[in-house]
């Protein structure tokens, strides 16, 4: 169960668009539509912003969206916002109720 | 509201075992839809999901981790734990226990994290 691969960084200016992608396997990404994202602030818990691909929790504003393509996921925040500079997690289900997560991307606005 | 808060040592020493305890509020341990989970972050490093448990007595471990790890629910209490056995330094990190409302669905819940560190 290898982590899936997220780049380690990207940046935007505010008011722009960005997109975070995971690329996993046809065990975990390509096999499933149970990919989330989850957005960490230093020293927060994770808060999920996008489950089963593309849906958002109820709170998560529509700026944030998510798709699927193969065995790669991507996150896209458009609009952003000082407060979207976090770091982002994707996350997905792998089979027989296990998860695998990313190693994480850092989001700087500049 | 539903509430998870983690609790337990915050030094264990290499070869010991790390034992934790999640202690839930505004939601019954024992719900039939609820799968309880834990979720671990090395310093400065990703998110590894460590395993869950359902109160069935169901439970699913990450495979680098079979052998290690058991989890186990205490209903009296309204309590799930973690025990990760023969601990190295490389399982220093922060120890998150959060809630998924269904085998396949993601983790909606979360506590807020307690620092494990290893260390003699």
């Known amino acids: 169960q290898s982590a899936l691969t997220q780049p380690a960084s990207v940046s935007g200016s505010p008011g722009q668009s960005i997109t975070i992608s995971c690329t996993g396997t046809?065990?975990?990404?390509?096999?499933?539509?149970?990919v989330s994202w989850y957005q960490q602030h230093p020293g927060k818990a994770p808060k999920l912003m996008i489950y089963?691909?593309?849906k958002r929790p109820s709170g998560v504003f529509d700026r944030f969206s998510g798709s699927k393509s193969g065995n790669t996921a991507s996150l896209t925040i458009s609009g952003l916002q000082a407060e979207d500079e976090a770091d982002y997690y994707c996350?997905?289900?792998?089979?027989?109720?296990?998860?695998?997560f990313g190693g994480g991307t850092k989001l700087t606005v500049l | 509201q539903l509430q998870l808060q983690e609790s337990g040592p915050g030094l264990v020493k290499p070869s010991e075992t790390l034992s934790l305890t999640c202690t839930l509020s505004?939601?019954?341990?024992?719900?039939?839809?609820?799968?309880w989970g834990w979720i671990r972050q090395p310093p400065g490093k990703g998110l590894e999901w460590i395993g869950s448990?359902?109160?069935?007595?169901?439970?699913y471990y990450n495979p680098s981790l079979t052998g290690r790890v058991t989890t186990s629910i205490d209903t009296s209490k309204n309590q799930f734990s973690l025990k990760l056995f023969s601990v190295t330094a490389a399982d220093t990190g922060v120890y998150y226990c959060?809630?998924?409302?269904?085998?396949?669905?993601?983790?909606?819940?979360w506590g807020q994290g307690t620092l494990v560190t290893v260390s003699s």
């Open positions: 959060a809630r998924h409302a269904g085998p396949t669905t993601t983790f909606d819940y």
């Open positions: 505004g939601v019954s341990v024992s719900s039939s839809i609820s799968y």
């Open positions: 448990i359902h109160y069935s007595g169901s439970t």
């Open positions: 046809s065990s975990d990404v390509g096999g499933y539509n149970f």
């Open positions: 089963d691909v593309s």
């Open positions: 996350s997905s289900y792998t089979g027989s109720a296990t998860w695998v």
